[in-house]
């Protein structure tokens, strides 16, 4: 297993084509836990003018899998999650804060709550996710 | 309640800003049944080359949501879904595939299944879903 | 709605007799929490001696639907929940704590943590849900 | 791995204390299926008498598991699953009909559909699950 450092971290989010396309950024990244968060824009909306459902989705599978990332190593496939919308996203970020509840050499199930912030970082929660992340190594 | 024509239901598609980020269609939608297709680009992949988990996620989660839109109606909330990934998904094409399992007045359980297909339309499971969608009006 | 007490959460789990097979009680109830206890005792378990999968999906289901019941009232419906094991449950006490996440007037989303106990109630985490509740009645 | 024979399967029904409590049968075994019934009786009801809820999740995490094991071999451990109930279970007779949706030589991605059948053997949907199963043995 290679550790994952913060830097290395941002290098993999900025090789993937579709977090780009999203605009995703890391603001945290360690010790069991990652954050994830998407500047709010047009492009990324529904058609009443809040975040799409899949933005949300994207932001789970990619902060968990991050987060996981900080126990596994690099070498990681998401198995898959589960997530539930409690509230319309509108503001200006999206936040999705991941925590690994708990890891083996093997697995780890992680847990995510995406919030969003308005002008005065004020967060408000929009989602909560939970969900799986294999290490792609051999055991 | 309205009955939403496959002609509205794309206009919904159409009013969605993220889904033409992602280049989504609908080619078919009724009877409880909706499918979403999605082009394979190098912009939807992740650091494999592969498609990103989070648009197998937008996929799953819109499919869901108009599957449910033909029992339900146009005003629909998608209460949260699950969704395993079950192998890298790379081909020419993304197809998510939702069936209604059930539908009160109230609220719709539904399924996805997701594959891709290569160039001779031969297709792969790469994912699973299902998930809760809610009706918007009172009831 | 009702508001429901301690001791009316009490009388409701009495009248549920497969809490009576399995063994549960409820140790907290209020504030958007519930916390329900089983007593590990060989007819709960599996091949291998620990407590069977059903055990602590029963213990989240039933948790997450009475931590639901302090925001929305006694008529309640679980929607559906998603659980992840993360260890083995052996121990002396499986414990379930179920917190709501958000509540509108028509559900709730709730997480629930399921723990094991030794002799000492020293716990270790076993299991995480998260699912959704419903109110039963007209909104 | 182990091919399991559906006399192995009951035998490994048959070790599980807590199925024995439920009362669960295997019924079909094989080719990455399974069929779980059990009989609905008094003790397994919730307070209006339907069957509980845990006693639903119970078997779709055993018939899910039994699925799996059709292809990954006796020595297996459920990562996981979701389940959303569609329908107050009442009727005579639980039936939880798993099957695999795809599977590795490390994991198993399995659905369950669970219905009451009443006196005739008439089938009503209840409850939807998919889950990962993954092999306990090194890889």
């Given at each position: 297993?290679?550790?994952?450092?913060?830097?290395?971290?941002?290098?993999?989010?900025?090789?993937?084509?579709?977090?780009?396309?999203?605009?995703?950024?890391?603001?945290?990244?360690?010790?069991?836990?990652?954050?994830?968060?998407?500047?709010?824009?047009?492009?990324?909306?529904?058609?009443?003018?809040?975040?799409?459902?899949?933005?949300?989705?994207?932001?789970?599978?990619?902060?968990?899998?991050?987060?996981?990332?900080?126990?596994l190593?690099?070498a990681v496939?998401?198995?898959?999650?589960?997530?539930?919308?409690?509230?319309?996203?509108?503001?200006?970020?999206?936040?999705?804060?991941?925590?690994?509840?708990?890891?083996?050499r093997r697995q780890?199930?992680?847990?995510?709550?995406?919030?969003?912030?308005?002008?005065?970082?004020?967060?408000?929660?929009?989602?909560?996710?939970?969900?799986?992340?294999l290490s792609a190594l051999?055991t």
């Amino acid at each position: 297993m290679t550790e994952l450092s913060f830097h290395m971290a941002q290098q993999v989010l900025d090789s993937q084509p579709f977090s780009a396309l999203v605009g995703a950024r890391i603001t945290e990244f360690g010790d069991g836990a990652a954050v994830l968060e998407v500047d709010v824009r047009e492009e990324l909306t529904q058609q009443n003018g809040f975040l799409h459902g899949g933005v949300l989705s994207y932001a789970a599978d990619n902060a968990l899998t991050f987060a996981a990332g900080t126990t596994l190593g690099a070498a990681v496939l998401t198995g898959g999650f589960s997530i539930q919308y409690v509230r319309p996203a509108g503001g200006r970020t999206l936040i999705a804060r991941a925590a690994v509840v708990h890891t083996g050499r093997r697995q780890a199930v992680v847990r995510c709550d995406l919030y969003t912030a308005d002008d005065e970082r004020a967060e408000r929660l929009c989602a909560v996710a939970q969900g799986t992340v294999l290490s792609a190594l051999p055991t």
